[in-house]
Each structure stands twice: as structure tokens, then as C-alpha cells.
């Protein structure tokens, strides 16, 4: 099973918990967004009480200046929410580890980093406390470190490195997962989640010099 299949299995488990998580991120979207325009419709309407004392140049600017504001506080307020939206999804994606079919699916990563690195090599593996119980039986576990669940192995002389944490699956896969979470909160065009995901590539492979 390859990489990309284990972590859509990730995301058929959570999948029951994604409309309520899309729906609560609608909600705060509303409100974020609902705040930004009365607060830039505020300054809109101080800005054009004051422009009445000015000329009539003047005035433009100053009401150029109060839509360029209004943006501004608008954009800021849609990147607050995808951001909210984005801690919810990492927060669902994270107890993943809890889950029961967790510790076949961290060997599985354990034996595809074993593959990827060479198996007549000397690999070492780095995981969190909980998973190094997991994994000590089968695989040589070199130190814990502090992730939320997946692992990295590397040659014992550190020069190759395979990173699969969930913190750098996750990171692989932000800017796809923000560019989604913006699409379902703010297009007319698509309020429903697409079925079908694309899966991005995760696997991380390092040589020092």
C-alpha cells in the first residue's frame, strides 16, 4: 500500500466529522466577515462625513482611501476564518493517532521508509514517546521526539532522511487544503466538498553534505 492510499484512508476516517467542521468554520466565517464591514463600513461613513469639508479632489482621495481600508479589513477577516478553519482540520487530523487502526498504519509507514531508504542499510527510526512503544519490537528505535504521530528514519549517520510525521504530511498538504477552505467558504459557485481529493505527495528525502 503506498503512501498516498494510507493517508486517503486518514481522510476516509475523518471524513464523517467534515461537514460539521465546514459548517462551523461557515458560521465564524459569517461573523469575522459580518464585523469587518461594519467596522470598514464605519470608516466609510466617517470618511465621507469629513470629505464634505474638503474639496471635491481631496474628497476623492479620501474616499479612495477609505475602499482601499475596507479591502484591507475584508481580506483580513477571510484569512481568519480559512485559518480557523485550517487549526480545525489539523486538530481532526491529529487524533488520527488515537485511532484503532493507528499502529498498523505507523508500522506501515516504519516498512515503507525501511524501502525507500534501502533495506541492507543501518535505519534508524525517531518517534513520539507513544509510538516508540509501537515500534521498539520491530524497528530500531534511535530517540523520541516531539510529534503528533508518524515517524522519520533515517541512515544511522543521519546524511538521508525520510520524514513521515503527521506535522510534515500536513504541512505538504496546507496550501491545497487553504486554497479548498477558502473555495467552500467564499465561492458562489461551490458550497458541497468534492468527493474526490487529490492526494499531494508527502514523502520528503534529504541528502547533507
Known amino acids: 500500500m503506498s503512501l498516498e492510499q494510507l493517508i486517503q484512508e486518514?481522510?476516509?476516517?475523518?471524513s464523517l466529522k467534515a461537514n460539521s467542521i465546514i459548517q462551523e468554520a461557515k458560521k465564524e466565517k459569517e461573523k469575522i466577515i459580518k464585523q469587518a464591514k461594519l467596522k470598514a463600513k464605519e470608516?466609510?461613513?466617517?470618511?465621507?462625513?469629513?470629505?464634505t469639508n474638503f474639496a471635491l479632489a481631496q474628497q476623492k482621495e479620501k474616499l479612495a482611501s477609505a475602499q482601499s481600508e475596507k479591502e484591507r479589513i475584508i481580506k483580513q477577516?477571510?484569512?481568519e476564518a480559512v485559518l480557523a478553519a485550517l487549526d480545525q482540520v489539523w486538530e481532526e487530523?491529529?487524533?488520527?493517532?488515537?485511532?484503532?487502526?493507528?499502529?498498523?498504519?505507523l508500522r506501515k509507514l516504519a516498512a515503507m521508509?525501511?524501502?525507500?531508504?534501502?533495506?541492507?542499510?543501518?535505519?534508524?527510526?525517531?518517534c513520539n514517546e507513544q509510538d516508540k512503544k509501537l515500534l521498539?519490537?520491530?524497528?530500531?528505535?534511535?530517540?523520541?521526539?516531539?510529534?503528533?504521530?508518524?515517524?522519520?528514519?533515517?541512515?544511522?549517520?543521519?546524511?538521508?532522511?525520510?520524514?513521515?510525521?503527521?506535522?510534515?504530511?500536513?504541512?505538504?498538504?496546507?496550501?491545497?487544503?487553504?486554497?479548498?477552505?477558502?473555495?467552500?467558504?467564499?465561492?458562489?459557485?461551490?458550497?458541497?466538498?468534492?468527493?474526490?481529493?487529490?492526494?499531494?505527495?508527502?514523502?520528503?528525502?534529504?541528502?547533507?553534505?
Open 113 to 126: 521508509a525501511l524501502e525507500e531508504l534501502g533495506e541492507d542499510r543501518d535505519i534508524v527510526f525517531l
Open 43 to 51: 470608516i466609510e461613513e466617517q470618511t465621507k462625513q469629513n470629505a
Open 10 to 14: 486518514i481522510e476516509k476516517s475523518a
Open 136 to 209: 521498539q519490537n520491530t524497528f530500531k528505535v534511535h530517540q523520541t521526539i516531539n510529534c503528533a504521530g508518524g515517524l522519520i528514519a533515517q541512515t544511522k549517520d543521519g546524511k538521508i532522511i525520510v520524514d513521515y510525521t503527521f506535522e510534515n504530511i500536513f504541512e505538504q498538504k496546507k496550501q491545497a487544503l487553504k486554497n479548498k477552505i477558502m473555495q467552500i467558504l467564499f465561492s458562489t459557485d461551490q458550497e458541497q466538498i468534492p468527493q474526490q481529493k487529490k492526494v499531494l505527495k508527502t514523502k520528503i528525502k534529504t541528502t547533507k553534505k
Open 93 to 105: 487530523f491529529k487524533k488520527y493517532s488515537k485511532d484503532k487502526n493507528y499502529p498498523k498504519y
Open 77 to 79: 477577516a477571510k484569512e
